[in-house]
């Protein structure tokens, strides 16, 4: 035994690191926790509840203004006074928007962008509806006002929608803080439970074990000095006394204990490549897979500080993705540099892989200041994908050390890997980006088709009727009213079908569901006959993306028939055996394919089929003839089916 020991060693801890000390602080710091989220909910609501009004208020922008033009085109007693009312109420509306009411509660959301288009909705109210409503009152011509409504009304409608999106981020936010709270009480529980286990139980269990292990003459047994507390007071005085004992007996199996150190690294090598490999593969974002690499990497190495660098080839510039264990300060400074800055002095992303610098040393002023933070040390790996430099990722240290060859090695793995996964990510990216391009194509050409032809008729139908009305010729518009209603009533039948359509989804890959969804809404709008015939022979499903495809056609199709063929019996068959098949015939009128091939103008209804057939690589075929109908097969071969 130590004949003079130290007698301020067994003395109690200071108060600062006593476990009252702990638990109290811990205590106010989840008090503090819950009332924040608990002020952050309640603050939602109210912005949610003003937010709110300020939809139903700016809706009914649309609902005053067609009122008045209700009140311009029918002429009653006490127009005038009606419609100053109206314009009147929409002048109320929109300062009340603009002002806000926090009493009601009333308030637009706090965005920018959002302020803009109200004042933009208020400016076209001033600028162009309002006077155009005075003008109709005073010389009874109503029209500008009439072109100006759609204007108004679709402003309004973006405002709405802007209004709607911001309600949507605080509805999730609420719910987040909700769950939050939730999640709170469960993990305050849990931390708590774990937090008396961490600082009583688990000293105690280990002291007693301790206690067992030097009865049984094991004197090379430690406690772990972890804390301050008394707890700590306890395990500096065990292990004091297991160091006198153990000076007293010889240390057994030192080579067999130092083989079992070796084996246990390398296995823990190996994992980590493994599990390195693991995690990168998952389809987790940039940000999550940059941080979780770091992550591991500061784990296995225990590194002080990690950061991850992307390159720029155009500009030969490194900027910063990620970094953990770096102060703002240094990130900020370090968050874009040129390839040829160096670390601590001599190391460049073009060095060979690995460089770690003392940067006390003499002579050596280092570019990035890590000193600042306390580091001693850097080391620096590339990040490659196929022999290309992708970028770089360090490791920071607060003392100087120099890695062995094989944690070396293993680094350059990561790095290796990391490459890897981005470039897996990059061209994931491109493909997402790909296929939404082509899809907003189709649904740009159907748009154009749906709209463009009958838009053009009301356009010439409008000529006519104003043409007319200059020549007081009442039998003409009597005679172009009615088109006029016809047309509108088409586009809008249009603009309907579309919506549906692209709102079309697979419910678990559920083709015939959808089909005949399509079928019973086609029989509705048209009341032709129509017969759906499938037979699922042996083939199996087609994939999801094939299914959506085939549903497109059919719904252009039947579109076709709806539109331009006058048919009175529709037959719809697919036949799903080794080829999937899908056939619509009609008996309407018909077409000549020449003359219609003959013809200017783009028949975008017709191209948009050939092209959804052309991504899945399937055939399709349109046939027809002038007063016997048309028939549209659509052939996917076995070869060309994809795994469901």
């Known amino acids: 035994m130590d004949p003079n020991p130290d007698p301020t060693q067994d003395k109690l801890p200071e ?28 603050w939602l609501s109210w912005r ?25 085109l029918v002429p009653q007693d006490n127009r005038e006074g009606r419609v100053f009312e109206q314009l009147h109420v929409v002048d109320e509306t929109l300062a009340r928007l603009a002002k806000g009411n926090a009493q009601r509660p009333l308030l637009l959301p706090d965005n920018r962008y959002i302020r803009e288009q109200l004042a933009d909705v208020t400016q076209y109210w001033h600028e162009i509806a309002r006077p155009g409503a005075r003008q109709a009152l005073l010389s ?66 280990r002291l007693r074990d301790g206690l067992q292990r030097m009865a049984a003459r094991e004197f090379s047994t430690r406690l772990p000095v ?30 067999v204990e130092e083989k079992t150190r070796q084996l246990a690294a390398q296995n823990l090598e190996i994992t980590a490549l493994f599990g390195m490999a693991a995690f990168l593969n998952q389809p987790n974002d940039i940000e999550a897979m940059c941080d979780g690499f770091l992550q591991r990497v500061l784990r296995q190495f225990e590194a002080d500080g990690a950061s991850i660098r992307t390159l720029d080839p155009e500009h030969q510039r490194l900027s910063l993705v990620a970094s953990i264990g770096l102060s703002r300060d240094l990130t900020d400074s370090e968050h874009c540099m040129r390839v040829d800055d160096c670390y601590c002095g001599e190391a460049t992303l073009g060095d060979k892989v690995f460089v770690i610098r003392d940067m006390r040393r003499k002579g050596k002023a280092p570019v990035l200041n890590c000193h600042r933070d306390g580091f001693s040390g850097v080391a620096v790996f590339r990040i490659v994908s196929r022999d290309a430099v992708l970028g770089s990722f360090s490791l920071h240290f607060h003392e100087y050390r120099v890695l062995p060859a094989s944690a070396r090695q293993l680094l350059e793995s990561f790095g290796q890997l990391l490459g890897v996964a981005f470039e897996n990510r990059r061209l994931d990216a491109q493909a997402r980006e790909l296929a939404v391009v082509q899809e907003r194509g189709l649904v740009a050409q159907g748009l154009h088709d749906s709209l463009a032809q009958g838009l053009n008729f009301l356009n010439l139908q409008l000529q006519l009727l104003e043409a007319a009305v200059r020549r007081n010729d009442t039998a003409e518009i009597e005679e172009i009213l009615p088109l006029l209603r016809a047309g509108v009533a088409e586009g809008y039948q249009d603009v309907r079908e579309l919506l549906t359509n692209f709102r079309s989804k697979l419910e678990q890959g559920d083709l015939r ?6 079928i019973d809404r086609f029989r509705r709008q048209t009341g032709c006959d129509t017969v ?52 619509v015939v009609d008996d309407g009128r018909g077409y000549d394919p020449q003359e219609v091939a003959e013809r200017t103008e783009v028949h975008v209804g017709l191209d948009i089929m050939r092209e959804r057939a052309a991504r899945m690589n399937a055939i399709i075929r349109l046939e027809s003839a002038p007063g016997e109908g048309a028939r549209v097969v659509l052939l996917l071969p076995a070869s060309e089916r994809l795994a469901a």
């Open 15 to 42: 108060l600062r690191h006593r476990l009252s000390t702990r638990i109290v602080a811990s205590s106010l710091v989840a008090l503090v926790v819950v009332l924040g989220m608990i002020a952050t909910t309640l």
């Open 226 to 255: 972890e804390s301050r507390d008394e707890f700590g007071v306890l395990a500096a005085g065990y292990n004091r006394m297991a160091d006198e004992l153990e000076s007293l007996y010889s240390s057994l199996e030192q080579r």
């Open 140 to 205: 009874g011509d109503s029209r500008a006002y009439l072109a100006s409504l759609p204007e108004l009304a679709g402003r309004a409608d973006v405002l709405v929608s802007m209004i709607e999106s911001d309600n949507a981020g605080k509805t999730a936010a609420l719910r987040v803080a909700q769950g939050g709270l939730a999640a709170l009480a469960v993990m305050g529980t849990l931390a708590m439970i774990y937090l008396l286990y961490l600082w009583i139980i688990a000293p105690v269990l």
């Open 48 to 72: 949610l509840e003003g937010a709110g009004a300020a939809i139903n208020d700016t809706g009914s922008l649309r609902m005053r203004a067609h009122r008045i033009a209700v009140e311009l």
């Open 513 to 518: 569901m959808a089909v005949e969804e399509t």
């Open 532 to 583: 759906l015939e499938i037979q699922h022979a042996q083939g199996a499903p087609l994939a999801l993306g094939q299914q959506l495809q085939v549903l497109f056609i059919l719904q252009e199709a039947l579109s076709n028939v709806r539109k331009h063929s006058g048919a009175k019996r529709v037959h719809v068959r697919i036949d799903n055996a080794r080829d999937f098949t899908l056939e």
